[in-house]
């Protein structure tokens, strides 16, 4: 497999409630990418961490954030859950200068 | 206009046929291609990466047209195990190192018995 794990992998949350997810990066990597996956669509790109900076965002707004730890670990943050925030989250890693993202198997977010 | 727009699908094709994928992409600035294979409710793998030259890896051949912005996939002698859903991948500066990879809708694949 990648390296890379999420948790927890499931997780069921009622509309304006927050959610933390977490993501453990392959060794080495000190890049992480978090994405949205809806049901039957590809993954769209959230934000990006580089040394526990954030330094890309894609179009989502202010209440999805993240965070990067020394470790290279990180976190997703949504605030204010909306029933169209039920998706597939995934984050990929890879190293500064690679072009390839490794991506961890997901958390299954529904929101109620 | 999405960024990366795929072959809508499905596609049901029987063991032993050939399978083509299409792909455009509208971001002149996009630096490196590739294809990513996803299996019902998993995350996607690297397929194989897309090279101007054109690549192949055993029964899949990839190709890249940067005039016309065009990449395909093409699945030789398929298999059971090749269903799934076949992404079409872009990855586009942002800033910085920053790095966008941007996902066509997928194209779902069945294999016949």
């Known amino acids: 497999e990648t390296g890379v794990t999420q948790s927890p992998t499931h997780l069921i949350k009622t509309r304006g409630q927050q959610v933390t997810l977490r993501c453990s990066s392959q060794?080495?990597?000190?890049?992480v990418s978090w994405y949205q996956q809806a049901l039957g669509q590809g993954p769209q790109f959230i934000f990006q961490?580089?040394?526990?900076?954030?330094?890309g965002r894609g179009n989502f707004p202010p209440r999805f954030s993240g965070l990067q730890f020394p470790n290279y670990s990180s976190e997703l943050n949504v605030n204010a859950l909306e029933l169209d925030d039920s998706a597939l989250y995934l984050c990929?890693?890879?190293?500064?200068?690679?072009?390839?993202?490794?991506f961890g198997p997901g958390t299954r977010l529904l929101v109620l | 206009r999405k960024e990366v727009e795929q072959d809508p699908g499905p596609f049901n094709v029987p063991e032993g046929a050939t399978v083509a994928f299409n792909c455009t992409y509208s971001?002149?600035?996009?630096?490196?291609f590739f294809w990513y294979r996803q299996d019902c409710r998993k995350e996607p793998k690297l397929l194989m990466s897309?090279?101007?030259s054109g690549n192949e890896d055993g029964r899949f051949t990839a190709q890249l047209n940067r005039a016309s912005q065009y990449i395909s996939l093409l699945i030789r002698d398929s298999k059971l195990s090749d269903s799934a859903t076949y992404l079409c991948?872009?990855?586009?500066?942002?800033?910085?190192?920053?790095?966008?990879?941007?996902f066509g809708s997928g194209t779902q694949l069945t294999v016949l018995p």
């Open positions: 990929a890693s890879r190293t500064g200068g690679g072009e390839t993202q490794y």
């Open positions: 060794s080495g990597h000190n890049t």
């Open positions: 961490y580089y040394r526990e900076e954030e330094n």
């Open positions: 971001n002149s600035a996009s630096q490196s």
């Open positions: 897309v090279y101007s």
């Open positions: 991948v872009v990855n586009s500066p942002l800033s910085g190192s920053a790095r966008q990879l941007t």
